[in-house]
C-alpha cells in the first residue's frame, strides 16, 4: 500500500512535469511554424518558462465573481483535474505497480465524467459567454464519444481483451495501424476533437465566445484547467500509441523510451494541425460526426465482424 501511494505521488509529479513542458514545446513549435521566436527571456532559451509561468498563476489573487454559485465554481477545475490525472493510472509501464484486467472500460468511463468538469464550470460562472462555450463543448464530446467507443472496439474484436497491457503486447510483431490505416486517421480526429483542440477548439472560441467556459477563471483555478487540457492531451497521445503503435521487441533501448517516442510524436502531431488548420465551422463539426465518422465506423465494423464469422467457419 505504501509502495502504491509513493508511485502515484511520483508519477503525478512527472505528469504536471510533461504538462509544463509540453506547453514549452507547444509555444516554440508553433513560434518557429509561424517564423517568429518563442519564449527566450526567461533562463537559458526560455526553458524555465513553465515554471515561472506557474508561478505567476498560483501566486495571483483567486478572484471570486459576486454573481457566480460559489461551490461549484471552485469545484469545476479540481473535478477536471482529478478525471485528468486517474486515467493515467492506465499507463502499461514495466514498473508499475496497478494492473487493469478491465482498462477499456475503465478509459470511457473516466473520459465521460469529463464534460461534467465543463457543464459545471460554464453554469456556474453565470456568464453568458462561458455558458454558450460549455454548452458548445458539451455537444461536442458527447457527439464524439459514440465514433470513439466504436472505434475502440476495433481493437477490442481483434485482441479480444480489455487490457491496455495485453493491447500493447499483441502489437509487437506488426502494429495495429498497418491494418486498419482510415480507422486510426479517424481515431486521431477524434481525439482532437475529443480534446477540445484547434481546428475544433469552440468551446474555447476566442473570435465569439473571448475565453469560452473558463472566461470567469483566473489564477490557481484557470492553471487547473488549463493543466487538465494538457493532462488530457498527452492521455490522448498515449492510449493513440496503445492502440495502434502499441508493442516493440527492441533490445538497444528500454521499451518505455521507445513507446515515451511514440507519445510525444503524437502529442506532437496536436501542435502540428494547431499550426496549420483554421477553425472549422460548428455545423461541419457536427456533421463530421454524425455524417461520416458514424456510418463509416458502423460499415467497417460490420465488415470486420463478418469477415471475423467467416475465418471461424
Do not use: H
Amino acid at each position: 500500500m505504501f509502495l502504491s501511494v509513493i508511485s502515484c505521488l511520483f508519477s503525478y509529479i512527472c505528469i504536471l512535469l510533461a504538462v509544463a513542458f509540453f506547453t514549452l514545446l507547444e509555444r516554440k513549435g508553433l513560434s518557429y511554424m509561424q517564423l517568429r521566436k518563442g519564449p527566450n527571456k526567461v533562463g537559458l532559451m526560455g526553458l524555465p518558462q513553465p515554471l515561472a509561468d506557474a508561478a505567476k498563476l498560483l501566486t495571483k489573487e483567486i478572484t471570486k465573481p459576486t454573481m457566480a454559485n460559489q461551490s461549484p465554481y471552485f469545484i469545476a477545475p479540481v473535478f477536471s483535474f482529478i478525471l485528468a490525472l486517474l486515467l493515467w493510472q492506465l499507463y502499461p509501464s514495466e514498473y508499475s505497480l496497478n494492473y487493469f484486467k478491465w482498462g477499456v472500460l475503465f478509459f470511457l468511463c473516466v473520459s465521460a465524467l469529463n464534460v461534467y468538469g465543463t457543464l459545471l464550470a460554464g453554469w456556474s460562472s453565470n456568464s453568458k459567454y462561458a455558458l454558450l462555450g460549455s454548452l458548445r463543448a458539451i455537444a461536442q464530446t458527447i457527439s464524439y464519444e459514440i465514433s470513439m467507443a466504436l472505434i475502440l472496439l476495433f481493437p477490442l474484436f481483434l485482441i479480444s481483451s480489455f487490457s491496455f497491457i495485453e493491447m500493447k503486447e499483441s502489437q509487437e510483431t506488426m502494429w495495429l495501424m498497418f491494418l486498419m490505416l482510415p480507422v486510426s486517421f479517424i481515431w486521431f480526429v477524434t481525439c482532437i476533437a475529443e480534446t477540445n483542440r484547434a481546428p475544433f477548439d469552440f468551446a474555447e472560441g476566442e473570435s465569439e465566445l473571448v475565453s469560452g467556459f473558463n472566461i470567469e477563471y483566473s489564477a490557481a483555478g484557470f492553471a487547473l484547467i488549463f493543466l487538465a487540457e494538457y493532462a488530457n492531451i498527452l492521455v490522448m497521445s498515449l492510449f493513440s500509441a496503445l492502440l495502434f503503435l502499441g508493442g516493440e521487441n527492441m533490445f538497444i533501448m528500454s521499451n518505455d523510451i521507445i513507446f515515451m517516442l511514440k507519445v510525444l510524436l503524437l502529442a506532437f502531431l496536436f501542435i502540428w494541425v494547431r499550426g496549420s488548420y483554421p477553425r472549422f465551422r460548428y455545423d461541419l463539426l457536427m456533421s463530421l460526426t454524425w455524417k461520416s465518422f458514424l456510418p463509416a465506423a458502423l460499415s467497417l465494423l460490420l465488415v470486420i465482424l463478418i469477415a471475423s464469422y467467416i475465418i471461424y467457419l
